[in-house]
C-alpha cells in the first residue's frame, strides 16, 4: 500500500520536513533488523475530538521492546506520548496511524555494536484497515501458512522488533500469492499463534479463546482492548493454546490489531467458519467502534486527545 506522505516527521528532538526523514545505507538496523517500532492509531472521536487509542500502552510496549534489545531510548514515556499528540495534530490529521521506531543508527557494524548510537523518529500518516474496509464488514479469507512462527528462545515475539516482520512478510506473502487475504502462523509445537501482524480469537462454544503469550505471539495492545470489552460484555474470554483443527470447527474467527482492528474471517483454508453468522464477533466490533463514536463508555481511559 502507498504511504500518503504528510509535512512532518519528529525525529531525535525535533520536527522535520517529511522528505529530510533519511538515514545512511551503513544504519545497523538496515543490516541486522535492530529497529523496535509502534504501530497505533489516532482517531476522529465524535465526542473527544480527535484521539490517540491507547497511547500510553503503546509507549510502554516501545521502551520494553527496547529495553531487551539494548536500544537506548532518551525520552520518557511521558515525553513520547506528547510527540505522538504533536506528530498528529501537527500534521492536521484526524484518523492517523502512528510509527513510533527506535533503532541503532549509524556508527557501527557487527551484530552486537554496543556503541552503536540509537535514533528516535516518529511518524504519522492516514492508512486506512490494512485488511480492506470490506474485509470488516463481509470477513477475509485466510490460510494457515506453511512458516512456522519463531520459537520461544530464539527471536522474541513478545518483543516488537523491525527483524520479527521477516517471519510477517513469508507468512503474508504466501497467503496472497495463493490468493488469500492473509496468513496464520502455527507456533513451533504446531498449535496456532497468530496472523502475520494480528491476533487471532476463535469462538467455539460461547467460549472466546485465544493463544497465549508463550505461543510466540505479540502481546496485542487491540488483544487487551477486546479481551476487556467482551469480559465487560460478560463472556468467557481465555487464553489457551489453540490446535490448528479448532480453526476449522470454530462458530467465529476474528483477527484483532491496530492496522486490522477487529476483522471477521470468514474461511480458512477455504474451510467456511461455522454457518456465516458472527453474533459475538459483531458485537465485539460494535463496542470497539463504540468507543470513538462514543457509544461505548471509555471508562478505562483509552481515548488521549491530541489538543
Ligand atoms: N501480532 C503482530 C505480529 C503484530 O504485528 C501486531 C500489530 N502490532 C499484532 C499482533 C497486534 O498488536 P496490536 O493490537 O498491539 O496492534
Not at 246 to 259: H, Q, S, V
Amino acid at each position: 500500500m502507498p504511504i500518503q506522505e504528510v509535512k512532518l516527521i519528529w525525529r531525535n528532538g525535533e520536527m522535520i520536513p517529511w522528505a529530510d526523514a533519511t538515514t545512511h545505507i551503513l544504519t545497523h538496523a538496515v543490516h541486522y533488523g535492530t529497529s523496535v517500532f509502534e504501530g497505533m492509531r489516532a482517531y476522529n472521536t465524535a465526542h473527544k475530538g480527535v484521539c490517540v487509542f491507547r497511547n500510553q500502552e503503546h509507549i510502554e510496549r516501545l521502551h520494553f521492546s527496547a529495553r531487551v534489545y539494548r536500544i537506548k531510548i532518551d525520552y520518557s514515556v511521558e515525553t513520547l506520548m506528547q510527540v505522538c499528540r504533536d506528530v498528529v495534530r501537527k500534521n492536521d490529521l484526524e484518523a492517523a496511524y502512528i510509527r513510533p521506531v527506535a533503532y541503532l543508527g549509524y556508527g557501527e557494524m557487527g551484530p552486537a555494536s554496543p556503541n552503536a548510537p540509537s535514533d528516535i523518529a516518529v511518524a504519522a500518516f492516514p492508512w486506512d484497515n490494512f485488511l480492506g474496509e470490506d474485509g470488516k464488514s463481509d470477513g477475509i479469507d485466510v490460510a494457515v501458512s506453511s512458516w512456522r512462527r519463531f520459537a520461544p528462545g530464539t527471536v522474541p515475539a513478545g518483543v516488537k522488533a523491525g527483524g520479527n516482520y521477516l517471519s510477517s512478510r513469508l507468512i503474508s506473502m504466501e497467503a496472497k500469492e495463493n490468493g488469500f487475504a492473509e496468513g496464520i502462523g502455527l507456533a513451533h509445537d504446531g498449535t496456532v499463534s497468530e496472523g502475520a501482524g494480528e491476533n487471532l480469537f476463535v469462538v467455539h462454544k460461547g467460549r472466546i479463546i485465544t493463544p497465549p503469550t508463550a505461543s510466540s505471539i505479540l502481546a496485542g495492545i487491540t488483544r487487551d482492548t477486546v479481551s476487556v470489552l467482551a469480559r465487560k460484555a460478560g463472556f468467557e474470554v481465555v487464553e489457551q493454546a489453540i490446535p490448528r483443527e479448532l480453526l476449522y470447527g470454530a462458530d467465529e474467527i476474528f483477527l484483532t490489531g491496530t492496522a486490522a482492528e477487529v476483522t471477521p474471517v470468514r474461511s480458512v483454508d477455504r474451510l467456511s467458519v461455522g454457518n456465516g453468522d458472527r453474533p459475538i464477533t459483531s458485537k465485539l466490533q460494535e463496542m470497539f467502534f463504540g468507543l470513538f463514536t462514543g457509544e461505548t463508555e471509555d471508562e478505562w481511559g483509552w481515548l488521549d486527545p491530541v489538543a
